[in-house]
């Protein structure tokens, strides 16, 4: 953002690394609004200031709002409180018919039940108001839904609140994120990425792909026009939104919508892989700019996460003997690794069924991905079980 802007920092924490980027930085309590506003109102006087953004999730609506006090540019208010509730955006975007899905607001164990009897199994629950898949789960057998509604309504809110479950539909498919640049009214997509997806049932994120052949281009029209259309819908603007979307049998739909890019270390992958700068996006779009990214047309860039069974305190990275054996690994160093080109060939489905005929075995099961969708003519990934031939 400071390559774009300079900048002045409001935090709930002092500041540490951000030190060397701002002008100023003052410390507010998360919970003071009005204390917020005053302290913004200061560092307005003291250096100016032409539009508020930010970053991060939990301040989303508090940014929309000293916006608003300060008459500053930045996300409308009622944007920004849609952005942080998954029911009013369900609402809007089936009421439009922009990205109709099944999902009905459900408070008691009872009205689950309910609720599922009406939307069908497999289904998915989540709270209203969470970030993260917090609480989220897909629920297939309807023995399982007491224990999902339970584990939703007590799951830790890490300070945020949140009023009801969500019980939906379950879509098939694979999910992708896009980010989109909003300004006075237009959206465009500026960056996207495949999700990894891991410990099913629950929606837990282990990674994504960024760049070059991340996505196809039926994906990238269709999905990349319903993500902005949406952002539109729901009235956000000078921001960069992050959207959520998943690629069904019937075309593109809306998972979710935020009124900030994609968090914590995304940007940082997004640069490596597409060349565009998220945070200098951000802050473009907040004064009102729309600059025209310029993006790395071969290059790709993917993470993976990992999660620990307890916690643990993370003290080096070790090499692996294997990592070190690929090709395609140059220099492996805590702050990443350096990769030579790799050169690969792709083959067919019909390739691999016949060297496995050759190899005496055939084919048991073929899927489009991990969640066992039905690969077809459209599918981008492809799964084969194969078996002794008898």
């Not at 032409?50 to 300060?70: I, N, Q, S």
């Not at 809007?92 to 008691?108: I, M």
């Not at 993917?302 to 999660?307: K, N, V």
Request: net charge negative.
């Amino acid at each position: 953002m400071a390559t774009e802007a300079d900048l002045v920092l409001l935090k709930p924490e002092p500041i540490t690394w951000q030190t060397r980027w701002v002008r100023d930085a003052a410390v507010f309590d998360l919970g003071d609004e009005s204390e917020a506003l005053r302290l913004a109102k200061g560092l307005a006087t003291r250096h100016g200031v032409a539009a508020v953004a930010t970053y991060e999730e939990p301040l989303v609506v508090m940014a929309a709002r000293l916006a608003h006090g300060l008459g500053a540019p930045g996300v409308p208010v009622a944007a920004a409180e849609l952005a942080c509730d998954k029911h009013r955006q369900r609402r809007l975007l089936t009421g439009t018919g922009v990205s109709p899905t099944r999902s009905l607001l459900v408070h008691r164990a009872d009205e689950a039940r309910r609720a599922a009897r009406e939307i069908c199994f497999p289904l998915m629950v989540k709270p209203r108001n969470l970030s993260g898949s917090a609480g989220v789960r897909r629920v297939d057998d309807p023995a399982d839904l007491g224990a999902a509604f339970d584990a939703a309504v007590h799951v830790d809110k890490q300070g945020m609140t949140s009023d009801g479950i969500l019980i939906e539909e379950f879509l098939h498919g694979y999910e992708f994120d896009v980010d989109c640049l909003a300004v006075d009214g237009t959206a465009v997509p500026v960056s996207w990425a495949r999700k990894i997806w891991a410990y099913d049932p629950y929606p837990i994120e282990a990674g994504f792909v960024v760049g070059n052949g991340a996505l196809g281009s039926e994906v990238m029209t269709e999905g990349f026009d319903l993500a902005c259309r949406s952002v539109v819908a729901a009235g956000m603007d000078r921001t960069v939104a992050h959207v959520e979307v998943k690629m069904t049998p019937d075309g593109p739909r809306i998972i979710e919508l935020n009124a900030r890019p994609g968090g914590d270390i995304a940007s940082r992958v997004v640069e490596l892989g597409h060349g565009v700068r998220l945070g200098a996006l951000l802050a473009a779009a907040a004064l009102g700019r729309r600059p025209e990214p310029e993006s790395f047309a071969d290059w790709a860039a993917g993470i993976r996460f990992l999660y620990p069974r307890t916690t643990q305190r993370f003290a080096g990275l070790a090499e692996p003997g294997e990592l070190r054996a690929r090709p395609w690994a140059h220099e492996i160093r805590e702050e990443g690794i350096r990769l030579y080109p790799a050169f690969l060939r792709y083959v067919w489905p019909s390739e691999l069924d016949l060297m496995a005929r050759i190899a005496g075995l055939r084919l048991g099961e073929r899927w489009g991905d991990w969640g066992n969708v039905p690969f077809d003519a459209w599918s981008e990934n492809h799964i084969a079980v194969y078996q002794k031939a008898e």
